[in-house]
């Protein structure tokens, strides 16, 4: 399974549309969101952690060897 994070927590479809997928065929573990804003509170999102912020994504991306993509954008981590 690829790592994911989600850049981005306005929109919640996209826990549905990842598990959408992984019911089709197990391909991402989403690890959690980053915030866009630093105004957003620190809490998670439907259970997923929010871990972050976009300057988090550096450490972030060395550490859980992720793939990060905006909300909007989905795509296997071989296409980024």
């Known amino acids: 399974m690829k790592k994911l994070i989600i850049y981005g927590t306005s929109n919640t479809m996209i826990i549905k549309l990842v598990e959408a997928i ?4 197990s391909t991402y573990e989403l690890l959690g969101f980053i915030q866009s804003h630093d105004n957003e509170p620190p809490s998670g999102l439907l259970g997923y952690p929010i871990l972050g912020t976009e300057e988090h994504i550096p ?18 981590c071989q296409d980024a």
Do not use: E, T
Not at 22 to 25: E, I, Q
């Open 22 to 25: 992984n019911r089709k065929r």
């Open 59 to 76: 450490a972030l991306q060395q550490q859980l060897d992720a793939c990060f993509f905006p909300q909007h954008q989905l795509y296997s």
